[in-house]
């Protein structure tokens, strides 16, 4: 009897599942991306990432536009919210179950995200128990490709004198990572937003019983939770933000 060969799980583009990952995350306010912030958060050439641009648009995943960048199509969002996905959830359980650092965690998960097929994603899933966020409070995508709606804030929305937890981390770089680490700025740290200085000047923030300093690229990584945050007496209340395009967030 001649047994059935067992089918490898099928491999995806790596460099494709790279760049609708870079575009979906920086297009997540509605806007487009322009061949140079793509390039740069790729670690590519702007002509590599042109000619990269082209051949999605080839694909139906980009639609381009002249003089004004790139924008993912429904097809193109749906496939980079199932790498985001995939990445998230790999990130997750390095960092929970095989005990890698923050820092280590997004260049790890890029190496495995394209070998991953849909039988593993579910299964690495149910094992961690259909989390809602990775390890930095980023959401992970639903198996419907939807975000799950999270209640926080950006830290420069809010008003000097809030008291919360840092819910999320808004960055891959590791060196930014272990930046706000060695300050005590992770998810889950209990922060005082003491004042933001005019100008573009440094931001202010109380943890761990002292009061670091922190520049404007940096403060906006963070994020606070909603749930038990308070607002100084008489501080204006911010207002909401725009809902990101085609995507509940």
Known sequence: MVKAKRQRP????AAIDQYLHAMMLLTDHGQQADTGGLAMRVGVTPAAASQML??????????????RGAELTT???HRALRVVRRHRLLELFLHKVMGFDLQDLHLRASALESVIDEVFE???DA????PKIDPHGRPIPGKDVTWPR????PLLDLPPGTTGEISRVTTDSA???RYLEGMGLSPGAAVVLEGIAPFEGPVALRAKGKTVHLGRRLAKMLH???AGRRRAVGAARPQPRAEPKDKTS
């Open 122 to 124: 579910e299964k690495l």
């Open 150 to 153: 999270l209640g926080d804030s």
């Open 175 to 177: 060196e930014a990572i």
């Open 224 to 226: 606070l939770s909603e």
């Open 54 to 67: 082209r051949k999605l648009a080839e694909m139906g995943l980009v639609k381009l536009k002249p003089y």
């Open 127 to 130: 094992m961690l128990g259909s």
């Open 10 to 13: 099928r491999t995806r583009s």
């Open 75 to 77: 097809e193109g969002l």
